[in-house]
């Protein structure tokens, strides 16, 4: 019998549409796979397939096929810890909005993936669950925070995820591991039920095998939401892509970009790509953006400003873990001190410092400057052209430990990925080719709720590449 597990999300979504595949025997291949995973990929896989799965009598648009989901989605009654030892054991009592709509939508909850610790790195190493591997190598990272999430759709053992991005972390970790991840436009997918790391920037998107998945799972996620604020409904319905041209697209490449800082088999994959457009019709042309040199500077103030007081939560008295003391203020200090790994105190100190009395206008209140100058460059370069494309992380995945003793080396790796979340606007990153048998991702990012044009050319790309996505076929 065909392993089920080849099949992408939308074949088999066809397949038991048309009834040539059970969702309930789909999901047991999926779950079997899950519970072998050894790549520490996983923090819960299901304990069975749900009733029905999915072949209700109206058939749902993601007919069955089952769902990985990051850990710091809130998921009823099961383990929601946020990679967090804090949180070790939490079950909240409510599922956050985006995994009730996709399971409504026929998208039943698989597994919760493992995940750098409330979101904060890139290289899935500081969850308190342990790293992370990737399927291409194991001796290296699998990107971060969404890299359980990438680990599992590449080695095959999920069909789809969901991950967040606040800087990069649905696109940088798909980059690592040669699958697609779509972050969308901040907004069009609520927030509500995600732990919240940096919330002016958290937003929720798919890692998928391909650029149709994404687009058919992204397509069931949006939505204004009554229960965030800064929720709001998608001017489009979005479409499954299927042109093979690029005619009439232009292409913006940023100025600054020389391969300078780039790993060079990463550049020379992104000037492969760039080339192919142009042969599918495609038109590239430069554009200025000069405040997004300051990106990652503006960033890791905003980002630390809004965790530090987003975390202040976690204090041993309302979830998770608490350590016992004589008296109220040494069983806070001795929860947290245990329960945050290094890499949260960092940035609790780090934003708590930035939004201190006296120093909140000279650093977090100069970021937002920043960011606003920022969002003004991307507009200003969308007037020129339609799509804005870089490579989507400047090496491929490093040794495991390589770069634990640098963080600043670690927020390098966001150059080209948070300067597009801080102006709010969508990105999509496509395996592009191979560096040193590593898969090099290629990032387009748009205006706002510019996905329907990302995701088109996204596909045509995706088609002239021929990228394999099976890890460890060289
Ligand atoms: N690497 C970035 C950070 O550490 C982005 C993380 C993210 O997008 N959640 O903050």
Known sequence: MTDLTTLTAKQAADAIGTGDLDATELFEAYRAKATADDLNAYTWVAEAAPARAGNG?????????????KDLFCTAGVPSQAGSRILEGYLPPY?????????AAGAPLLAKTNQDEFAMGSSNENSGYGPTLNPWDRTRIPGGSSGGSSAAVASGSAPWALGTDTGGSIRQPAAMTGIVGLKPTYGSVSRYGMIAFASSLDQAGPLTRDVTDAALLYGQMTGRD??????LQHPDAIALPSGDRLDGIVLGVPDTLTGEGVEPGVFARFEETLKLAESLGATIRRVSLPHTEYGISAYYVIAPAEASSNLARFDGVRYGRRVEADDLVSMYTRTRHDGFGDEVKRRIMLGTYALSSGYYDAFYGKAQRVRTKIAEDYKNAFADVDLIVTPTAPNVAWELGAKSADPLAMYLEDLFTVPISLAGLPAISIPNGLSDNLPVGFQIAGPAFSEN?????????EQAIGFDATPGRV
Do not use: F, H
């Open 57 to 69: 009598s109206a058939p749902a648009p993601l007919a069955g096929v089952p769902l990985a989901v």
């Open 95 to 103: 599922t956050a909005t985006v995994v009730d709509q996709l399971a």
């Open 226 to 231: 009554p229960r965030d604020s800064t929720s």
């Open 453 to 461: 044009a990302i995701l088109g050319a996204a596909y045509a790309l």
